[in-house]
């Protein structure tokens, strides 16, 4: 084969390229079309499946080990997100297998037999041949509530257990979107327990139902139906159980792209758009078939971040924080997403279009929270759980909430497990042992900026400033490097009537003696076009003005023609906090912001004992 110096003959880089081979535009594919077979066939797969301009669509070509040949574009250079489409063929014996992996096609409807046979195949593979896996499952457990799904085929009934009953049980982990059509109430409890027809629920519930059935299991556990929904005391007891529900779930079924509960589980697609044949002649005459389908991502679903999906592949579950961590409790995951099902549990990852099997071989990144968390919390030293609860929280933040007061809520469940591995007392997302060093979170400006991701804080009241549970949005800790000396932490100001819940507020106040500099602060008044939104200036008398990032951009926005009075609290060393002082009040300051290496000479004649709330 001549050389191509379009494709390169779709030939990877040597080295560590990460698998890229090449790139151009639509029209560079078409040109070389004439005279490059490979080309042809790439520019046919592109014109096909990019339906606007795919002359002037820019794409790179991608090939990595063990997977199918790849071939990513995108309309204009301004664009963020990248389509993807795979090229592959049937088996091994064909031509131009060695280039085009073979690798299988996607459905059009998401519910044919052949993707639940395969949902079957891994559950019952799971069940026999992962030892780790059979050690965690737990059929003695049963939530305070489950629906029984076996008893009558038309007819649920809401089923409270006695101490005789087992189970397994799956569990749904679903978008609320809004209200939900059918919760359980006060006045509805009796009636649900004595039946509620199938067609009372939602697509998603039935469908969760159908999948339940499927598996063989006669319990079902859905929050809205089996958390009494109006009755405070019994939704602050179960919010705290969450470790428990999705913690001993035979398997956890996931709504992922479904907004509400009437998406359902599965999906249809027209076939048209499931699959392309590109055909072509050897020299011998021999028919050349290799297939062209949508390249389906999975790293965002397992990671449970919507960071990395298309967005013709809505996942809105992925963006939910009840729904994060209900991932990360669940001992085994069926995700149900707009073209497959994906698999997870504590020995594999598969998925229907082929990518991941039983026999993938996978390495385990960092950023990788479920395994990380799957292994770590079983026996890990604590300066690594430490870690991962810092990096837990970063992927928390980044998730959306109905309601502000759901923010500790959300993650009772996961801090439990935490504060039983030995990280000390909860304070509001903190930790009491390492209470200092946990203050100094900030802005992780850069990824924000990459996304739009706009920070805002809570409208809890109830919720300190100093906490970050105050802000959602793209946050980070602090490198765990930094040197803090010169600042303390004096007392914790509990509050006396909370119950040892994780999910509530139990610090307003806490006193701090430090440094503390009052300086002036601007910025945020559209001047200064190229940097950061939440980039802001400080200056101290005698100093120059230097950088700093303020929390919530509309918190802080003026010019340096009339600045805001601001106090920097820090150590003598080491990173400070931003504050600015409550009014009519003498030593009483709420967080704003976050400072590096600013002002250069700190002594402890400036110290002063605060209380910041």
């Known amino acids: 084969m001549d050389s191509c110096a379009t494709c390169r003959n779709l ?27 490979l080309c042809s066939i790439l520019w046919e797969g592109l ?6 301009s795919p002359s002037t669509a820019q794409w790179i070509a991608l090939h990595q080990e063990e997977e199918p040949f790849r071939l990513q574009y995108k309309q204009s250079p301004v664009d963020k997100k990248w389509a993807g489409l795979h090229f592959y063929t049937k088996d091994s014996r064909e ?54 799904v076996s008893r009558e085929p038309d007819t649920i009934f809401l089923y409270e257990p006695d101490e005789s009953d087992r189970g397994p049980y799956l569990a749904l982990s679903h978008c609320w979107g809004g209200t939900v059509p059918i919760m359980t109430k006060m006045k509805t409890l009796e009636s649900f327990k004595a039946g509620i027809t199938m067609e009372s629920f939602p697509k998603t519930f039935q469908d969760a ?10 319990y079902l556990w859905i929050d809205s139906l089996c958390i009494i929904q109006d009755d405070a005391e019994d939704w602050r007891y179960e919010a705290t159980r969450m470790a428990d529900v999705y913690g001993n779930s035979y398997v956890t079924v996931a709504a992922t792209a479904s907004v509400n509960s009437y998406g359902g589980l599965f999906y249809r697609h027209d076939p048209l758009d499931t699959k392309h044949v590109v055909e072509r002649r050897a020299e011998n005459g021999e028919l050349i078939a290799v297939s062209v ?28 924080s009840w729904c994060f961590q209900e991932y990360l409790l669940a001992p ?27 026999n993938t071989r996978e390495l385990v990144a960092s950023s990788d929270l479920k395994a990380r968390f799957d292994a770590q919390l079983q026996g890990a030293s604590l300066k690594d759980l430490r870690q991962l609860w810092k990096d837990i929280v970063e992927a928390y933040l980044l998730k959306g909430l109905t309601y502000d007061t759901d923010r500790l809520p959300a993650l009772a469940g996961i801090a439990q497990l935490f504060s039983k591995r030995g990280l000390g007392r909860y304070v509001n997302g903190l930790w009491e042992p390492t209470l200092l ?31 970050w549970a105050s802000v959602s949005g793209s946050f980070r800790y602090t490198p765990s490097t930094y040197v803090l000396e010169g600042i303390k932490v004096i007392s914790i100001s509990y509050k006396p009537l909370v119950r040892a819940s994780l999910a509530e507020v139990c610090v307003k106040t806490i006193t701090i003696h430090g440094v503390l500099t009052e300086a002036q602060a601007w910025g945020g008044d559209g001047k200064r076009q190229k940097s950061s939104n939440n980039q802001r200036r400080i200056q101290v008398t005698g100093a120059q003005e230097h950088n700093w990032l303020v929390d919530v951009a509309s918190e802080l926005a003026c010019d340096s023609g009339s600045p805001m009075t601001v106090y920097m609290l820090s150590g003598t060393k080491g990173p400070g906090l931003i504050l600015r002082r409550v009014e009519d009040t003498a030593s009483t300051y709420q967080r704003l912001g976050f400072i590096e290496g600013y002002p250069p000479g700190r002594d402890e004649v400036n110290s002063a004992t605060i209380q910041l709330v």
């Open 437 to 467: 060093s946990d203050l100094f979170w900030c802005l992780n400006w850069s990824f924000a900026e990459n996304y739009g991701i706009i920070a805002k804080r809570s409208t809890d009241n109830m919720m300190p400033s100093w906490s």
């Open 293 to 320: 389908r949508p390249a389906l991502e999975h790293t965002p679903y397992f990671a449970s971040s919507p960071y990395g999906l298309e967005s013709s592949a809505p996942a809105p579950l992925l963006e939910r």
């Open 209 to 218: 139902i159908s999948v339940t059935r499927q598996l063989q299991c006669r």
């Open 95 to 148: 031509l131009l297998s060695e280039v085009f992996k073979p690798s299988s096609d996607l459905e059009a409807d998401t519910a044919c037999a052949k993707y639940l046979s395969q949902m079957k195949g891994w559950v019952d593979s799971c069940n026999q041949k992962h030892g780790t896996c059979k050690s965690r499952l737990n059929n003695s457990y049963l939530p305070t509530r489950v629906l029984d």
């Open 47 to 52: 014109h096909t499946f990019c339906l606007d």
């Open 11 to 37: 030939e990877p880089l040597p080295g560590f390229s990460g698998g890229f081979i090449t790139g151009g535009t639509g029209q560079d594919l078409e040109n070389s079309g004439s005279t490059c077979q």
């Open 332 to 358: 085994r995951v069926l995700s149900f997403t707009q073209w497959e099902m994906l698999w997870v549990c504590l020995s594999k990852r598969s998925c229907n279009c082929g990518e991941y099997t039983e």
